[in-house]
């Protein structure tokens, strides 16, 4: 059984930092180009970050870059995003996403970042 599961999500002041992990079982994750996405209430699912399989190139939106760093650690089958200089409108559901081609494709259930004083 395939599963994404998030955490490290809370309550941050602006300005602060917070580092999420996603844990996957049931499938290969060195195989998979890891992802992260956002949700904020009343808006569209964003990307975030993405990290590729083999040479872990990563990639970020131009709204993110160099706030955010995303990493992987294949033995322990683990994606990373840590994020840093908070800012209240990051204030979202932050997902995990996993992808291999066009067909296999998963979905952690999320975890909540709150940007706040």
């Known amino acids: 059984q395939v599963q994404l599961v998030e955490s490290g999500g809370g309550l941050v002041q602006p300005g602060g930092s917070l580092r999420l992990s996603c844990v996957a079982s049931g499938f290969t994750f060195s195989d998979y180009a890891m992802s992260w996405y956002r949700q904020a209430p009343g808006k569209e699912r964003e990307w975030v970050a993405s990290?590729?399989?083999?040479?872990?190139?990563?990639y970020y939106p131009d709204s993110i870059q160099g706030r955010f760093t995303i990493s992987r650690e294949s033995a322990e089958n683990t994606v990373y995003l840590h994020m840093d200089s908070l800012k209240p409108e990051d204030t979202a559901v932050y997902y995990c996403?996993?992808?291999?081609?066009?067909?296999?494709?998963?979905w952690g259930q999320g975890t909540q970042v709150t940007v706040s004083s």
């Open positions: 996403y996993a992808a291999r081609g066009l067909l296999s494709r998963y």
């Open positions: 990290i590729s399989s083999g040479d872990d190139n990563t």
